[in-house]
């Protein structure tokens, strides 16, 4: 993959930036693992922030929604707009208040997007996305019909302004608190999936597909005892 | 818990509006069950959005930072904001690619933050939102000096325009697809925590303490086998 842009000065981390990371692999690898991102846009001088589904491919990320929502129009219409997605990874307890934190990953895109607009490139970006998300299910369904396919809007963003930001580890106590009773570490936090609820219109004798198994694989599925 | 206000038309959810839920019981459990939201702010008319920890009490939701930071200056400087926090709970799989969905519930807070500022009314602030996040930790911590107060930005939004969007259940799929040989239904998702991992400077003797297990058990702790 092609590395991004350096970043630019809106796009630059500004605090802590030892939590902060450029590179096209880490910034590729957080999207990546995000199923849902926010995205951030103006409207008559307020932010909105609503919750999105998103889609790497190569250095470009993709976004769908209804034709009629709002944020597709806006951003459709050529808008500045912000992505961000943010996995929570761990609860850091140190020995005082202060320096309790949260080891996490995130990723914020500025920039603006593009509406795509021929039917074949939405249909490959809608493709992709399910394929991004759901590895293998898109040869499982029924494809989008022409009124479908009109239906949805399809926003591509190029990741030239993307920047990462995480933190790692263990708390960082100051020196006099060493030696305190608390209790300090991490609390890992993870997502896991499963198991599978079959839709009570399912035909009998259908059993979960090779897609659904490599979605549950992903989220390192639940045991079931 | 008081009522919120009725929704503003900026807050009023316009698409899929059986979606939508302006009550406060709904809104304030959708936020007390998240812990990181994305709050969204404008410069020089590029939206961001950062993920930032939250607490919400009452009908106010807290917010905390370095005062050095971007976003806490902008917000405390009254700038308009947009904090949304959502919950992945599922993905949807259909037997069409264009009913695929995801099952999530989200809460969009419109309005602008007011910075505090009295040292008393900062520390009780803190208290509450450590208290939040982790019930019984603040009493087994060193509570903050007052550098460290100063060096904290506490910001409180109010809650009057909230509105709750969530989608639950079963895939919807079209009549004419229901014969068809794809597996549909809904695969859970949820967030699990655990096991704690001790700081490497935690001296010797110490185990993880009440409040630890509190958080643990608040996030279903992982079976460590």
Same mark, same amino acid.
């Given at each position: &993959? ?6 630019? *000065? ?18 590729? $690898? ?6 849902? #991102? ?24 993709? /976004?769908?929604?209804?034709?009629? *929502?709002?944020? &597709? ?9 912000? =992505?961000?997605?943010?996995? @929570?990874?761990?609860?850091? @307890? ?15 895109? /500025?920039?603006?997007?593009? $509406? @795509? ?8 970006? @809608?493709?992709?996305? &399910? ?25 591509? &963003?190029?990741?030239?302004?993307? *920047?990462?930001?995480?933190?790692? #580890? ?7 608190? =060493? #030696?305190?009773?608390?209790?300090? #570490? ?15 219109? =399912? ?5 979960? *597909?090779? $897609?659904?198994?490599? /979605? ?10």
């Amino acid at each position: &993959m092609s590395e991004f842009a350096a970043p630019s *000065s809106r796009a630059r981390i500004r605090r802590l930036p030892d939590r902060a990371a450029y590179d096209a692999d880490t910034i590729a $690898a957080i999207l990546d693992a995000g199923v849902v #991102g926010h995205l951030g846009f103006v409207v008559d001088d307020q932010p909105y922030v609503v919750p999105v589904l998103h889609a790497r491919v190569g250095t470009a990320i993709y /976004l769908h929604g209804s034709r009629a *929502s709002r944020a &597709m129009r806006v951003l459709g219409a050529g808008a500045p707009a912000c =992505l961000t997605v943010t996995h @929570l990874d761990g609860f850091v @307890l140190a020995r005082s208040a202060f320096h309790h934190s949260v080891n996490y990953r995130s990723v914020v895109v /500025l920039g603006r997007a593009v $509406a @795509l607009t021929e039917p074949a490139e939405k249909m490959a970006a @809608l493709e992709a996305f &399910m394929e991004r998300v759901t590895p293998g299910r898109w040869a499982e369904v029924r494809p989008p019909d022409a009124r479908e396919l009109k239906a949805t809007a399809v926003l591509r &963003m190029d990741l030239g302004e993307a *920047s990462a930001k995480l933190r790692t #580890g263990s708390p960082h106590d100051d020196e006099g608190d =060493l #030696g305190g009773s608390a209790w300090a #570490g991490v609390i890992p936090i993870r997502t896991v999936a499963g198991p599978p609820d079959a839709a009570p219109d =399912l035909a009998p004798g259908i059993a979960p *597909s090779a $897609a659904v198994r490599t /979605l549950l694989a992903r989220f390192g599925a639940e045991r079931g005892d």
